[in-house]
């Protein structure tokens, strides 16, 4: 019994330990690490962060908190990943309808993505952050 018990007790504390917290994955905490600040906001390659374009109220500091909700520009909503981490989904009653993003790069110094904006005419967008 006291050889049961030798092998039972390490098992024990190691479930103990694998029972706390669980650990994020590196996108996660290179995403919620900081806040953000818009760098290049492009539709059909060509800046659309001005006053009255397509992209101005994405302009400025972007927060991704990690209870999912969090700020765009002038949006708040939620967020998530999608497709393995390879994609970023944006949520806010302000948008039309969630924003899908693909994650071109995500690292501690830079966040790029990229989406097609739906419509007659689909445009190309590409929206670079770095941490602020």
């Not at 049961?4 to 290179?30: D, T, Y």
């Not at 995403?31 to 060509?46: E, I, P, Q």
């Not at 989406?115 to 941490?131: A, D, E, H, S």
Request: charged letters at 20%; one cysteine or more.
């Amino acid at each position: 019994m006291k050889r049961f018990m030798l092998f039972l007790l390490p098992a024990v504390v190691i479930m103990a330990a694998s029972c706390g917290k669980e650990k994020q994955s590196e996108r996660f905490e290179f995403l919620t690490a900081h806040s953000w600040t818009s760098d290049s906001l492009l539709a059909g390659g060509v800046d659309a962060s001005g006053t009255g374009q397509m992209l101005e109220k994405f302009r400025g500091d972007v927060t991704f908190k990690e209870d999912g909700t969090g700020s765009f520009g002038q949006y708040s909503g939620t967020w998530m990943f999608a497709d393995n981490e390879t994609s970023l989904t944006i949520a806010s009653p302000d948008l039309p309808f969630p924003l899908t993003t693909h994650i071109v790069e995500l690292k501690a110094t830079s966040l790029k993505v990229t989406f097609t904006y739906p419509g007659v005419t689909p445009v190309n967008v590409r929206m670079t952050f770095r941490p602020k």
